[in-house]
């Protein structure tokens, strides 16, 4: 059976502080890969999508970047915080792009202090 | 624009009573709706997904329905229990010549009381 994790599961950081969030996929290859935010009293929001390795579209411009380096990790990253990039950053993984059933991973949550 | 609206953004019910969730949506041309179960602090649940042709399905105690005129689904939640709490998201996915985009609603937030 097919399993994501995501850690760390909660994370307190300063801002202007470097971001790192890893998302890890078992039990399925070359899936495709997402990273949504979900802001208090909001849907979720596309960050990133990524169908391959080392490829990676964004949805909206913002203050963070995604990379792919493996079949299934994909990478949040920021180099400098901001108070707005708080927020629960959920990864999703699928099976291919027609019928897209998502599957969510538990969720990070990030407190930009 | 596509959206997805839902109502209500809070319910309370007793445990052990039905309610019924809506959501309205605007998005096209439509692939599939989804319902996802969401508890608090966890990742989206699937609970039901249901394309153009299908106006009913069914997943235990939940029943969805969807009316593709009116744009219309509904999450019915029969006898309902106190794991019940937790927010319901629908999402609607567009038809695209490549990568189709899920459009999320915000959920409505259920409390089951005892």
């Known amino acids: 059976s097919q399993t994501i994790h995501q850690w760390p599961a909660t994370l307190v950081q300063p801002v202007g502080s470097p971001l790192s969030l890893e998302c890890t996929v078992e039990?399925?290859?070359?899936?495709?890969l997402y990273w949504y935010r979900q802001a208090a009293g909001r849907g979720l929001q596309l960050l990133f999508y990524s169908v391959g390795i080392g490829q990676i579209s964004s949805e909206v411009p913002q203050n963070l970047s995604a990379s792919r380096p493996q079949d299934r990790q994909f990478i949040l990253s920021s180099k400098k915080l901001l108070l707005s990039d708080s927020g629960f950053y959920l990864c999703a993984w699928s099976r291919d792009r027609r019928y897209n059933e998502q599957f969510f991973g538990p969720g990070t949550r990030l407190t930009v202090l | 624009k596509n959206q997805v609206e839902q109502s209500p953004q809070s319910l309370i019910i007793l445990e052990g009573k039905n309610c019924t969730l809506q959501c309205n949506y605007t998005v096209s041309p439509f692939s599939n709706l989804r319902w996802y179960k969401q508890d608090t602090g966890r990742g989206p649940v699937s609970l039901t997904i249901?394309?153009?042709?299908?106006n009913t399905k069914s997943n235990g105690r939940y029943t969805a329905t969807l009316d593709a005129d009116t744009k219309q689904s509904s999450l019915h939640i029969t006898a309902s229990q106190l794991s019940d709490s937790a927010s319901y998201i629908c999402?609607?996915?567009?038809?695209?010549?490549?990568?189709?985009?899920?459009?999320f609603g915000t959920g409505t937030r259920l409390l089951v009381s005892p």
């Open positions: 249901m394309t153009f042709s299908e």
């Open positions: 999402v609607v996915s567009d038809i695209g010549p490549g990568f189709q985009k899920l459009v």
């Open positions: 039990g399925t290859s070359n899936p495709n």
